[in-house]
């Protein structure tokens, strides 16, 4: 089955600096990468997404890219405010199987 | 509204006591989830379905069932609720099987104590 790592497990920035989350997959036929933001005492939700066919996608701060060849896909964030703070976890997964996730990066940015 | 509902959002149980904690979805996905996660940590699938009368058990090793008999209900059940059970479970569900390949979105989550 498929198994995603995910690093660093915390990362700390200062407000302003870029922030990069790195995650590699296992299984060849997955086809689709979601990012997770978490903030404190809430419900994981989906803050970008990518799939497959496409190598890079960018939503104004945020950007996700993937590598099929070398199976891993990376999350961007530039110009981090305090408010980034919070837990990241990328997953994948093909169609029929379920999504797995990785085990989330503590992202801390300080003023 | 298409959303996932969980209930209780909070319960405190003690020991020995069976609960139920409910799961429900009204967007018509096909796969759902039961996830153990403590504050800011890993998420740790217990359960999950790939569809009614379609149930697995995930990678961490729970004293909980689970059952799928409506597309939209997904029950977590604790035959003997235990102070190790102290946790937040949280409920997802995502399309994929016969539906379009979607994120998973998740419930609010029912967070629990066992004293």
């Known amino acids: 089955g498929e198994n995603v790592e995910q690093h660093p497990s915390t990362l700390s920035v200062q407000e302003g600096d870029s922030a990069v989350i790195k995650c590699t997959y296992s299984?060849?036929?997955?086809?689709?990468f979601p990012w997770y933001k978490q903030e404190l005492g809430k419900r994981p939700q989906l803050i970008i997404d990518?799939?497959?066919?496409?190598g890079e996608k960018k939503d104004q701060r945020i950007a996700v890219t993937l590598n099929k060849t070398a199976k891993h896909f990376s999350l961007h964030i530039t110009e981090t405010q305090p408010e980034d703070s919070a837990v990241y976890f990328c997953?994948?997964?093909?169609?029929?199987?379920?999504?797995?996730f990785g085990t989330g990066t503590r992202l801390l940015v300080s003023p | 509204e298409a959303d996932i509902y969980q209930t209780p959002r909070y319960l405190v149980i003690g020991t020995g006591k069976k609960i139920t904690l409910e799961c429900s979805q009204t967007?018509?996905?096909?796969?759902m989830y039961w996830y153990q996660q403590d504050p800011g940590m890993e998420l740790h699938l217990i359960h999950y379905?790939?569809?009614?009368?379609?149930?697995e058990k995930g990678d961490l090793s729970s004293e909980s069932t689970v059952s799928r008999i409506r597309t939209e209900h997904f029950p977590l059940t604790l035959e003997s609720a235990r102070p190790s059970h102290t946790s937040q479970y949280l409920c997802?569900?995502?399309?994929?099987?016969?539906?379009?390949?979607?994120?998973?979105?998740f419930g609010q989550g029912t967070r629990l104590t066992v004293v």
């Open positions: 997802a569900s995502s399309g994929g099987v016969v539906t379009r390949n979607t994120e998973a979105f």
């Open positions: 299984d060849s036929a997955s086809n689709y």
């Open positions: 990518i799939r497959s066919n496409v």
């Open positions: 997953a994948a997964s093909t169609g029929f199987q379920k999504l797995v």
């Open positions: 967007m018509g996905h096909d796969k």
């Open positions: 379905s790939y569809g009614v009368n379609s149930t």
